[in-house]
């Protein structure tokens, strides 16, 4: 059980599909692909689009994120000979000992707190022990690098997807600087995925624990502006976090060709030179993203990641320093024993 991915996006997969599962179904993440991937954690992240056409007039983000909870909880009972919920990094290791794996509520998008410091606390109270201040929506907390705000056509969406130029004028409000004390005294893990350059700056000089950055890659291989500079990659050091290694092809490479094992271990290589292994980890995205130009077709496939590392030159302990220790550490220095 050596695994431990930071983000997926499956449960929004799962909205709304009675006749599929979370033990098995034919998107990129189930159990049993986890199982045969070797996994020890997977962080499920509820994802909720700040603003959302699709919903409808009514649509809230709190009430859609709290759906999205109920499924998540309701898939896990059902599977409690595979998989248990998990609070602290005491009931991961339990659950090793006992050869399940373990899942961590996490939220894309700190909107559906509608800035209020006392529905933060109650997701806490719910299990989420993860979030994102943003997704790709301005919100009452911070900016983000991508912005979709207020496009209203894909192609206008697809245009901003593509932007070179990070979002470095706009920090965090005084509301997302409160956010960041807050899940600091509560033991809830910083996520800077999609914050922009700014806003994640801001973090870095208000936070006292250590930060991810779960699903993000390394801006000077690839040039997307939801990767990490050098400069943020330094910063994290620093804090003690760790940056999860995205799969999608958008944010390994410029070049519109499919992405290989290889790709990502280049930009495992790269962040090891420069701030060191101890700051490595996964961050799939899968079920976010599209496998189409993709070797690593779904969770089944990680196995070949660890080869190529072995390949590589990586001692068995280094994998396990970014397979799950990593990670780990800054879970218990969040929230825990």
Known sequence: MRILDMHCDTIMELMDREDISLRKNGGMLDLEKMRQGDYLLQCFAMFVPYLSRKEGENYSPFRY???MIDRYYREIEKNADL????TTVREIRENMLSGRMSALLTVEEGGVCLGSL?????????GVRMMTLTWNFKNELAYPNIDYTPKSSEEEQQTARNSRVPETEHGLTETGKEFVREMNRLGMIIDCSHLGDAGFYDVIRLSDKPVVCSHSCARALCGHVRNMTDD??????????VVGIN????????????VTVSDLADHIEYIRSRIGVEHIGFGSDFDGISNERLELKDASFMPRVIEE????GFSDREIDMIGYENALRVFEKNFGC
């Open 65 to 67: 994120c709290h759906r």
């Open 83 to 86: 998989i248990r919920p998990v």
């Open 118 to 126: 006392e529905l933060l606390r109650n997701f806490y109270r719910l």
């Open 232 to 241: 943020m990659l330094d910063r994290l050091k620093e804090n003690g976090g």
């Open 247 to 258: 799969y999608c092809p958008d944010f390994v490479t410029d070049e519109q060709r499919p």
């Open 309 to 312: 590392l072995e390949r590589r």
